[in-house]
Protein backbone atom coordinates (compact mmCIF):
# COMPACT_ATOMS: atom_id res chain seq x y z
CA UNK A 1 0.00 0.00 0.00
CA UNK A 2 1.44 3.20 -1.16
CA UNK A 3 1.52 5.97 1.84
CA UNK A 4 3.04 9.52 1.22
CA UNK A 5 3.25 12.48 3.61
CA UNK A 6 4.09 15.79 3.60
CA UNK A 7 5.70 18.02 6.24
CA UNK A 8 7.44 21.62 5.61
CA UNK A 9 4.29 23.55 5.66
CA UNK A 10 3.53 26.63 7.38
CA UNK A 11 3.17 30.75 7.61
CA UNK A 12 5.61 32.56 6.20
CA UNK A 13 5.95 36.37 4.88
CA UNK A 14 5.31 37.40 1.26
CA UNK A 15 8.55 37.53 -0.19
CA UNK A 16 9.80 34.65 1.87
CA UNK A 17 10.51 31.13 1.10
CA UNK A 18 9.81 27.50 2.46
CA UNK A 19 10.49 24.12 1.53
CA UNK A 20 8.14 21.13 1.46
CA UNK A 21 9.33 17.27 1.72
CA UNK A 22 7.02 14.87 0.38
CA UNK A 23 7.76 11.01 1.81
CA UNK A 24 6.52 8.09 -0.29
CA UNK A 25 6.43 4.66 0.85
CA UNK A 26 5.09 1.41 -0.94
CA UNK A 27 5.96 2.57 -3.84
CA UNK A 28 9.58 1.83 -6.31
CA UNK A 29 10.20 5.20 -6.18
CA UNK A 30 13.02 5.98 -8.65
CA UNK A 31 10.58 4.29 -11.35
CA UNK A 32 7.26 6.69 -10.74
CA UNK A 33 6.90 10.29 -11.70
CA UNK A 34 5.80 12.81 -8.07
CA UNK A 35 3.53 16.07 -8.45
CA UNK A 36 2.81 18.51 -6.02
CA UNK A 37 -0.46 19.97 -6.43
CA UNK A 38 -2.13 23.28 -4.87
CA UNK A 39 -6.39 23.82 -3.98
CA UNK A 40 -7.22 27.48 -2.43
CA UNK A 41 -10.67 28.03 -0.84
CA UNK A 42 -13.01 28.16 -3.69
CA UNK A 43 -10.71 26.97 -6.56
CA UNK A 44 -9.72 23.81 -8.12
CA UNK A 45 -6.86 21.54 -7.19
CA UNK A 46 -4.49 22.67 -9.48
CA UNK A 47 -1.00 21.34 -10.56
CA UNK A 48 1.94 23.17 -8.93
CA UNK A 49 5.13 21.07 -10.52
CA UNK A 50 5.87 17.83 -11.51
CA UNK A 51 9.26 15.36 -11.70
CA UNK A 52 9.29 12.38 -13.94
CA UNK A 53 11.14 8.97 -13.55
CA UNK A 54 14.08 10.32 -15.49
CA UNK A 55 13.93 13.80 -13.11
CA UNK A 56 12.23 15.87 -16.57
CA UNK A 57 10.21 18.51 -14.79
CA UNK A 58 7.62 20.73 -15.86
CA UNK A 59 5.92 23.97 -13.41
CA UNK A 60 2.38 25.53 -13.60
CA UNK A 61 2.60 28.95 -15.20
CA UNK A 62 1.47 30.88 -11.97
CA UNK A 63 5.44 29.46 -10.20
CA UNK A 64 7.69 29.17 -12.78
CA UNK A 65 11.09 30.77 -11.68
CA UNK A 66 9.88 30.99 -7.82
CA UNK A 67 9.17 27.12 -7.20
CA UNK A 68 11.58 24.10 -7.81
CA UNK A 69 11.01 20.60 -7.38
CA UNK A 70 13.70 17.44 -7.12
CA UNK A 71 13.85 13.88 -6.32
CA UNK A 72 15.95 11.74 -3.87
CA UNK A 73 15.31 8.58 -5.07
CA UNK A 74 17.25 7.32 -2.16
CA UNK A 75 15.58 8.66 0.59
CA UNK A 76 12.14 8.75 -1.64
CA UNK A 77 11.77 12.26 -0.87
CA UNK A 78 10.80 14.81 -3.07
CA UNK A 79 11.51 18.42 -2.44
CA UNK A 80 9.52 21.79 -3.17
CA UNK A 81 11.68 24.73 -3.03
CA UNK A 82 9.05 28.26 -3.29
CA UNK A 83 10.45 30.93 -3.05
CA UNK A 84 9.41 34.74 -3.28
CA UNK A 85 6.48 33.42 -1.76
CA UNK A 86 3.13 35.57 -2.63
CA UNK A 87 -0.34 35.74 -1.11
CA UNK A 88 -1.79 33.60 -3.81
CA UNK A 89 0.51 30.96 -3.28
CA UNK A 90 -2.02 30.68 -0.25
CA UNK A 91 -3.40 27.03 -0.29
CA UNK A 92 -3.08 23.38 0.75
CA UNK A 93 -0.19 21.55 -1.40
CA UNK A 94 -0.47 17.90 -1.69
CA UNK A 95 1.57 15.49 -3.05
CA UNK A 96 0.95 12.49 -5.55
CA UNK A 97 3.49 10.00 -5.75
CA UNK A 98 0.92 7.08 -6.63
CA UNK A 99 -1.44 7.89 -4.09
CA UNK A 100 -2.53 11.45 -2.66
CA UNK A 101 -0.82 12.82 0.30
CA UNK A 102 -3.38 14.67 3.15
CA UNK A 103 -2.00 17.81 2.13
CA UNK A 104 -0.14 20.54 4.29
CA UNK A 105 -1.12 23.96 4.82
CA UNK A 106 0.97 26.63 3.42
CA UNK A 107 -0.02 30.57 4.33
CA UNK A 108 1.50 33.88 2.39
CA UNK A 109 0.82 37.03 4.83
CA UNK A 110 1.12 39.72 2.94
Known amino acids: QVQVVESGGGLVQAGGSLRLSCVAS????????VAWHRQAPGHKRELVAHISSLNRTMYGDSVKGRFSISKDNAEKTVYLQMNNLKPEDTAVYYC????WGQGIQVTVSS
Open 26 to 33: GITFSNNA
Open 96 to 99: YAGA
